[in-house]
């Protein structure tokens, strides 16, 4: 509650999806019957997590470099980049640059810095 108390409800909702895994990424869409299939649209061979998304799919491979760079090693971590304040602008930033989620949750907007 700390951590999204000064969020966006709609940061704070993606990232509780994110938590639950229930996101709208076809691993999800496909269990709950809304994508035929739980695959990723750019390689059919590899199902579409959160992991996935976030580590491995080769169609946001500049995206995952900005935020890489940005984190270092620590961009690795699902926990790190679902907890850490520090994580979460950058987090942000890949997820927008992505448009994976703007059909469903828009345009995520930064959280509002913490005054000091």
């Known amino acids: 509650l700390k ?3 000064t969020f966006p409800k709609r940061l704070t909702s993606l990232l509780m999806n994110l938590r639950s895994r229930h ?3 076809n691993s999800h869409l496909h269990r709950i019957g809304k994508s035929d ?14 992991h996935h998304f976030l580590f491995d799919c080769f169609y946001v491979h500049r995206e995952r470099h900005a ?5 270092g090693r620590k961009a690795s ?9 520090n994580a979460i602008p950058h987090l942000v930033r890949f997820i927008n640059a992505t448009k994976r989620f703007k059909t469903t949750l828009g345009e ?6 913490r005054p000091i």
Request: hydrophobic share 45%; proline share 12%; charged share 10%.
């Open 3 to 5: 951590l999204t108390a």
């Open 23 to 25: 996101i709208p990424l």
């Open 37 to 50: 299939s739980p695959n990723c649209a750019h390689r059919a061979q590899n199902e579409e997590t959160i």
């Open 67 to 71: 935020l890489t760079t940005a984190l």
């Open 77 to 85: 971590s699902l926990p790190f980049l679902l907890t850490d304040i």
């Open 108 to 113: 995520v907007k930064m959280p509002v810095p």
